[in-house]
């Protein structure tokens, strides 16, 4: 099979309109589609991470067990471009850092590691 994948992560969350502010605050992305229920959050005109309202299941079923803690064993990992920059968003944000900015050995590169508003582990790494 010869094909092109892009991954489309979906996770679920107890508020799409606060989450969506908090991704794009944190990505200096923008909302491609709002409201309560589901979002995009786009950067550069493309869909990087989608958000989906914990309880809904829609045509599909939920996506997440309401009685579950969200968050535990995911990181959402994201490789940015320029990440003293990215750095700097994160902080004028006032996101929640779990481990500053640091070198990973392991990867071979530099990376800060954050919570968004339901607990889910953020990389942002270059």
Same mark, same amino acid.
């Given at each position: 099979?010869?094909?092109?994948?892009?991954?489309?992560?979906?996770?679920?969350?107890? &508020?799409? /309109?606060?989450?969506?502010?908090?991704?794009?605050?944190?990505?200096?992305?923008?909302?491609?589609? %709002?409201?309560?229920?589901?979002?995009?959050?786009?950067? &550069? @005109?493309?869909?990087?991470?989608?958000?989906?309202?914990? /309880? =809904?299941?829609?045509?599909? @079923?939920?996506? %997440?067990? !309401?009685?579950?803690? =969200?968050?535990? @064993?995911?990181? $959402?990992?994201?490789?940015?471009?320029?990440?003293?920059?990215?750095?700097?968003?994160?902080?004028? #944000? %006032?996101?929640?850092?779990?481990? &500053?900015?640091?070198?990973? !050995? *392991? #990867?071979?590169? /530099?990376?800060?590691?954050?919570?968004?508003?339901? *607990?889910?582990?953020? $990389?942002?790494?270059?």
């Amino acid at each position: 099979m010869s094909a092109t994948i892009r991954t489309q992560t979906m996770i679920a969350v107890t &508020d799409v /309109e606060k989450s969506s502010a908090w991704y794009c605050a944190v990505l200096g992305a923008t909302s491609g589609h %709002g409201g309560p229920e589901y979002e995009q959050i786009m950067v &550069d @005109g493309t869909m990087v991470l989608q958000l989906h309202k914990l /309880e =809904l299941g829609h045509h599909h @079923g939920t996506i %997440g067990d !309401p009685s579950l803690p =969200l968050g535990n @064993g995911v990181a $959402v990992w994201f490789e940015v471009d320029q990440l003293a920059a990215a750095v700097a968003q994160v902080k004028a #944000a %006032g996101a929640t850092i779990q481990t &500053d900015l640091h070198h990973n !050995p *392991n #990867a071979g590169h /530099e990376e800060i590691w954050l919570r968004d508003p339901d *607990n889910y582990l953020v $990389v942002l790494a270059g």
